[in-house]
Nanobody, 116 residues
Framework: QVQLVESGGGLVQPGGSLRLSCAAS?????????VGWYRQAPGKQRELVAT???????NFADSVKGRFTISRDNVKNTVSLQMNSLKPEDTAVYYC?????????WGQGTQVTVSS
């Protein structure tokens, strides 16, 4: 069974930066898996932040374009999200995501709070 474990969340001031990381383990980990990040703010639905296909094509929500970057390491089975110029509206629980062989896998989530 694939397991995803996130790290790197926390409290940051507006304009600051954070880097989230997610490590996958267990089962067969395909290099062709779609990986990425979603987030859920209080009272809102979970939404896509960024994804990356197996060939390295990245997709971003309009709200984070130009501020966030996504990267993956298929040897270490990790995916990272570099978040710059953070805004209060980026406050949410961030979830690591992986899809392979038609199955969705989720991490437990890590809290990101942007506040002065």
């Amino acid at each position: 069974q694939v397991q995803l474990v996130e790290s790197g969340g926390g409290l940051v001031q507006p304009g600051g930066s954070l880097r989230l990381s997610c490590a996958a383990s267990g089962g067969f980990l395909s290099i062709y898996a779609m990986v990425g990040w979603y987030r859920q703010a209080p009272g809102k639905q979970r939404e896509l932040v960024a994804t990356m296909t197996g060939d390295g094509t990245a997709n971003f929500a309009d709200s984070v374009k130009g501020r966030f970057t996504i990267s993956r390491d298929n040897v270490k089975n990790t995916v990272s999200l570099q978040m710059n110029s953070l805004k209060p509206e980026d406050t949410a629980v961030y979830y690591c995501y992986r899809n392979q062989r038609g199955h969705d896998y989720w991490g437990q989530g890590t809290q990101v709070t942007v506040s002065s």
